[in-house]
């Protein structure tokens, strides 16, 4: 966006320059969009900066209680898309809730955008504790995405879709999960035999208290 928003300064500069005003208006409309779209970019980054190096604060709670408040948090969403949420995560863990929240929250906030249009999302979360590791899975019906992407998709401003009047977004949600799992000593990554659509596998060792 900052080098749009500078060759569009240069267009105007010009034009000026010249005495040509006809064109003024349309460059001042893609000036106007352009810094919007730098603004939400620079909000989006410091919230990333801000969860994504912080001190873990572990503690034991039920999954399904960071479920339903990353649930609650995307209420508007949901209402919107006519969402469906399926949940079978009735296992405790310890980690750090707030974080835990947000990868939930980035998830489905994902399976809501990327959705074949006229179907309503379904989404499925489940998850499983096997030999102190939880193993917490999220799947949808959305478009899926090509395992060949699977490494991609978790870098920082890495898009699949650029068009973003279609697929709003800066390329920070899955970077983000990415990195509270990694925080976790844990991963995530995409399931590339699942077709129906996306699936996510994040594994996350029970956290032993710091001393």
């Known amino acids: 966006p900052l080098r749009q928003v500078r060759s569009f300064a240069e267009l105007i500069s010009e034009d000026l320059a010249a005495g040509d005003m006809a064109r003024l208006a349309i460059y001042s409309k893609h000036l106007t969009e ?6 939400r970019l620079v909000s989006r980054l410091l919230a990333f900066s801000k969860e994504a190096y912080r001190s ?34 009735s296992i405790s863990i310890r980690a750090d809730f707030g974080l835990i929240v947000q990868l939930l929250q980035n998830l489905l906030a ?9 179907v309503p ?43 973003e009047s279609s697929y709003e977004g800066a390329g920070l949600g899955l970077a983000l999960c990415k990195r509270i799992a990694e925080s976790h000593l844990g991963e995530i990554r995409l399931d590339p035999d699942y077709t129906a659509g996306s699936r996510f596998i994040v594994t996350l060792p029970d956290q032993e208290p710091r001393t």
């Open 56 to 89: 873990l604060d572990c503690q034991h709670f039920e999954l399904v209680d960071a479920i339903e408040l990353a649930r609650a948090n995307l209420t508007k969403e949901i209402a919107e898309t006519g969402a469906q949420i399926e949940i079978d995560a």
């Open 34 to 39: 352009k810094t919007s779209r730098l603004e």
């Open 110 to 118: 994902n399976a809501m955008k990327y959705t074949t249009p006229g």
């Open 121 to 163: 999302p379904v989404i499925r979360i489940e998850a499983e504790t096997l030999s102190g590791i939880c193993q917490l899975m999220v799947a949808d019906n959305g478009i899926g995405i090509e395992p060949s992407h699977g490494e991609d998709i978790f870098e920082a401003f890495y898009r699949l879709h650029h068009d």
